[in-house]
């Protein structure tokens, strides 16, 4: 008879992102120690661990209340996790870019302190002729994007993006604002001036 294969690790994360997002409730760890086996099969021993590592990527948000950690994720979270990385990724290539612009300037620098040749002062001319082509041709697109279908459908699609994004956050501060209620008794008035909310805080249309 065959040994029964066990859950990966990344499998456990992904097994109990889902009870979060099935359930859409909170959760002490203790409780997530008794449930997790049942719901997920993930063994009690192991839940901490996988926890701590949702906790510490941003995928399950953690909160103290009172002398108790409570834990809760969203379906929306874990998205928006994602798409935050995303930026954080595209802020570090522009900081790559820019790194990159100067290591080259500081190049042409010590470059231009060498014995010149006149291959390399050719070569060097047409390099920069080329560069000045693609500079101006970037500018003349970019002239030109406001008309484009492609960047106008682009930024609709972005534009529903937000709103959908804007909505799931909307809906997860009024489960969050109910939850309050039903446990803590916290009125809606008390959350919003809490956590400095609108009191007509709204999804958009």
């Known amino acids: 008879m065959s040994k029964r294969k066990g859950i990966t690790f990344e499998e456990k994360r992904k097994r109990l992102c889902d009870l979060f997002h099935e359930s859409k409730d909170f959760y002490q760890l203790k409780e997530l120690e008794r449930q997790a086996p049942k719901l997920k099969g993930i063994v009690s021993q192991s839940v901490k661990e996988v926890v701590e590592s949702l906790v510490a990527d941003n995928l399950i948000n953690c909160e103290k209340i009172g002398t108790s950690n409570y ?5 929306g979270t874990s998205k928006i996790q994602k798409e935050e990385k ?12 820019k790194l990159q612009k100067e290591l080259k300037k500081k190049i042409d620098i010590a470059s231009s302190e060498r014995v010149p040749s006149e291959t390399r002062e050719q070569n060097l001319e047409l390099l920069k002729k080329e560069l000045e082509k693609n500079e101006k041709f970037k500018a003349e ?3 030109y994007e406001d008309c484009d279908p492609v960047v106008i459908e682009q930024k609709r699609q972005d534009s529903e993006k937000a709103k959908e994004a804007a909505n799931r956050w909307t809906d997860n501060i009024f489960i969050l604002q109910s939850f309050c209620n039903n446990k803590f008794y916290v009125t809606p008035k008390d959350f919003c001036k809490n956590f400095n909310i609108p009191e007509d805080l709204d999804t958009i249309d």
């Not at 834990?71 to 379906?75: D, G, H, K, R, V």
């Not at 802020?91 to 870019?97: F, L, S, V, Y």
């Open 71 to 75: 834990y809760w994720s969203f379906p």
């Open 86 to 97: 995303i930026k954080q990724l595209r802020t570090e290539i522009k900081e790559q870019e």
């Open 141 to 143: 697109i970019k002239k």
